[in-house]
């Protein structure tokens, strides 16, 4: 990963929008930086998915324009997908064949394949050559899925769910060997989730998405930088000011917390004033960030 973002992006979306009977995608912009880690959070029928098949080339959008690695899709899905790793949870392997067999039948259409990091991954994930797809748990069918998609060393990886279900060591195991992807800074992730654990670990961007629309992104230490729980004390008789970067106040009695999105030492000074008194100044957990920015999306959309 690296500090400092290249010109290139491995991904482009651009005012992106699909239609359904009874959900929308609604123009949805998105930026993935090559050398990037990007994590797209969003709760479960967001649109994580659908954003996903549409820059895989699967679902072509009613608008706006999708370029990956250079390629507009769906009209250069082929030529994309050479350099492309995708997996997502619901992928399914042959039951009755050996991993082997996947890993000989990946090696003769990809020409990037790379055995001796193939071999690398069945080490470091436990698994063995010889062990027939019917017979592997959830977490070794997750982890024989990745294998066949990283031994081919491709350029931009698209991951959607690809820890959901896992057990805590797997899923540490899988993440620390998506951390080691990126030590070549050539090469992009995208990475789908719910579970913000997951992306708050090994990501640099974070883009929230929810209710088909892109609600938030940005750098993800500057996510957490700027959002903090402030805990208030309000004597009777005190009204809390209304304060720029303070998006939710929640006061019960004398006891009040807001939440602010973009926050700077002068809104504990201005509270202070007002009367009230700053009991703690808190930093939040990206799910906390997560949760806070939908609840306030959601208001303004009603509003």
């Known amino acids: 990963m690296t500090g400092n973002y290249p010109n290139r992006l491995a991904i482009e979306l651009s005012g992106v929008g699909k239609k359904y009977r009874f959900f929308s995608l609604d123009n949805i912009h998105l930026k993935v930086p090559e050398g990037q880690i990007m994590g797209l959070i969003g709760p479960n029928g967001a649109g994580k998915s659908t954003t996903i098949r549409i820059l895989m080339g699967l679902v ?11 390629h507009p899709m769906p009209a250069e899905q082929v030529a994309a997908k050479w350099d492309i790793g995708f997996a997502s949870e619901d992928m399914r392997l042959y039951e009755s064949m050996t991993l082997g067999w996947h890993m000989n039948f990946i090696q003769s259409i990809y020409p990037n394949w790379d055995t001796a990091y193939a071999q690398l991954l069945l080490k ?24 066949l998609v990283l031994a081919r060393r491709p350029k931009l990886l698209v991951l959607d769910e690809p820890t959901t279900g896992l057990d805590p060591v797997a899923r540490h195991e899988i993440l620390r060997e998506l951390t080691d992807v990126m030590a070549d800074e050539g090469r992009s992730i995208l990475f789908s989730s719910h579970n913000t654990q997951d992306v708050e670990q090994i990501s640099d961007q974070i883009t929230f998405i929810d209710r088909g629309r892109i609600i938030d992104s940005m750098d993800k230490e500057m996510y957490l930088d700027r959002w903090r729980r402030l805990r208030l004390e309000v004597p009777y008789g005190i009204k809390l000011p209304a304060l720029p970067g303070i998006i939710d106040v929640r006061q019960d009695g004398r006891l009040a917390v807001a939440t602010a999105n973009a926050f700077v030492p002068d809104l504990a000074n201005a509270y202070e004033s007002s009367g009230a008194r700053v009991n703690a100044v808190e930093n939040m957990t990206l799910e906390e960030i997560f949760v806070a920015n939908v609840e306030h999306s959601r208001e303004e959309v009603e509003a």
């Open 60 to 70: 072509h959008q009613d608008s706006g324009e999708a370029l990956v690695l250079g």
């Open 124 to 147: 470091r994930f436990g698994l063995r050559a010889e062990q027939k797809v019917k017979g592997l748990s959830h977490g070794q069918r997750v982890k024989a899925t990745l294998l």
